[in-house]
């Protein structure tokens, strides 16, 4: 079972690109999150999706995208990048009929806008 | 500002040694978690805890849940090297969503 694999683990991009990072969990997981890390504050939410083709908005959603289209993928799409947004990114998935249940998380992409 | 407040945010201490984390809200939770995150991993889950008075004992770590559902501690009983790491506490209100603190970075020297 690979869990929740994220993808790149590594990227640096330049002011104003844009780029989607991938996730994709194979527990048929219906409840999928996108979460940022910056030192000293915690994860804060970004987007998450309750089921396929159902995405809401997080705290800190500007700037991002998200889709669903199926239950295994969630990818994050960043437009237009910024230095704001240089943070380490989870993606994690949640059983939904168990909603006591932990969070499995991917190992994170590490991101450097510049 | 933070929904769950985590105390101290490092905590440097020799091995053998007891140490207590501390994780308080204003808000009340249906249930709360917590995570311990290693360098370059992202967070596991250690327990989850839901009834308002509830312990939690797993090996040496121990897991209160307060009366009121407010807030939680996390207490490591003679702490090792391999304890190392960034604790997390997170709590669920009435939604499908984790809010989480900003962490305590546990350092046990050898």
């Known amino acids: 079972n690979a869990g929740v694999t994220q993808t790149p683990k590594f990227r640096i991009l330049k002011i104003g690109q844009s780029m989607t990072l991938q996730c994709a969990q194979d527990m048929n997981h219906n409840y999928m999150y996108w979460y940022r890390q910056d030192p000293g504050m915690g994860l804060k939410l970004i987007y998450y999706?309750?089921?396929?083709?159902?995405?809401d908005k997080g705290e800190v959603p500007n700037g991002y995208n998200v889709s669903r289209s199926t239950t295994e993928d969630f990818p994050l799409r960043l437009e237009l990048a910024a230095p704001s947004q240089t943070s380490v990114y989870f993606c994690a998935s949640r059983d939904g009929q168990r909603l006591n249940y932990g969070y499995t998380f991917g190992s994170g992409t590490r991101l450097t806008v510049v | 500002t933070q929904l769950l407040e985590q105390s101290p945010q490092f905590l440097s201490i020799q091995e053998g040694e007891n140490l207590t984390v501390y994780c308080n809200s204003s808000s009340v939770f249906s249930s709360l978690q917590w995570y311990r995150q290693e360098p370059g991993e992202g967070p596991v889950l250690l327990v989850t805890v839901v009834t308002g008075g509830e312990v939690k004992k797993l090996k040496r770590l121990t897991f209160q849940f307060g009366d009121a559902r407010k807030d939680s501690s996390l207490h490591i009983t003679a702490a090792q090297p391999g304890d190392t790491g960034l604790y997390l506490c997170?709590?669920?209100?009435?939604?499908?969503?984790?809010?989480f603190g900003a962490g305590t970075t546990v350092t046990v020297r050898a």
């Open positions: 999706s309750v089921g396929a083709g159902i995405t």
């Open positions: 997170a709590g669920t209100l009435n939604d499908y969503k984790l809010s």
